[in-house]
């Protein structure tokens, strides 16, 4: 079955960098786009990044462009996240989210992950 | 890349049937037929119940539907059931300057 495991989360302080993997199970990786979307504590969903099949393009929101970088490895099933110079308003569970095939709409996501959580403090 | 409006919260009692609304622009919402709509339930992650703006995906009941006018979608959901009640957020396509997903801020949902 689909499996969306993030890992790489915890308590950083400000200005510091952590980065997120997203471990992908169940089906042909190199075949779908992924999201990183965001959620902090008790708000709601925020996207923050999507790369292509193949790696060849990536995007972001304009909170984290410059920041944050997106990238996969399809050898090993991999997602990833970089994210750099973080500020407390970066708080949040940060899921990983497959994209659903059916549609030609790059919003829609059928699989998620069950996030890993991110602490800007200090 | 502003975020899509939703209402804070709605209510209906069991067998009735209620309509969330996101209002976007015509650089999202109105410019695209890419509106999506999750349902996320306390503690869980979200399920994708809408795409395309009206399709449904597979295992999804027919109670909920999707529609769109001008810059705002709605989402609406008949005979309601106590175990409807979550949080539900709107999704769309952004093309304006560059590429964007944008989210609603969200609805809760109470099955009175």
């Known amino acids: 079955q689909v499996q969306l495991v993030e890992s790489g989360g915890g308590v950083v302080q400000p200005g510091r960098s952590l980065r997120l993997s997203c471990a992908a199970s169940g089906f042909t990786f190199s075949n779908y786009g992924i999201h990183w979307v965001r959620q902090a504590p008790g708000k709601g969903l925020e996207w923050m990044a999507l790369i292509s099949f193949d790696g060849s393009n990536q995007y972001y929101a304009d909170s984290v462009k410059g920041r944050f970088t997106i990238s996969r490895d399809n050898s090993n099933n991999t997602l990833f996240l970089q994210m750099n110079n973080l500020r407390p308003d970066d708080t949040a569970v940060y899921y990983c989210a497959r994209e659903f095939r059916g549609s030609h709409a790059p919003n829609s996501c059928d699989f998620w992950g069950s996030g890993t959580m991110v602490t800007v403090s200090s | 890349q502003s975020a899509l409006t939703q209402p804070h919260s709605v209510s209906g009692s069991p067998g009735q049937s209620v309509t969330i609304s996101c209002t976007g622009t015509s650089s999202d919402i109105g410019g695209y037929h890419f509106v999506s709509w999750y349902r996320q339930c306390p503690g869980k992650t979200p399920q994708l119940i809408i795409y395309?703006?009206?399709k449904r995906p597979s295992g999804v009941p027919d109670r909920f539907s999707g529609s769109k006018s001008g810059n705002t979608a709605s989402l609406s959901i008949s005979g309601l059931q106590s175990d409807d009640e979550a949080d539900f957020y709107c999704s769309s396509y952004s093309g304006s300057d560059t590429f964007g997903v944008l989210f609603g801020g969200g609805t809760k949902l109470t099955v009175l």
């Open positions: 395309d703006v009206v």
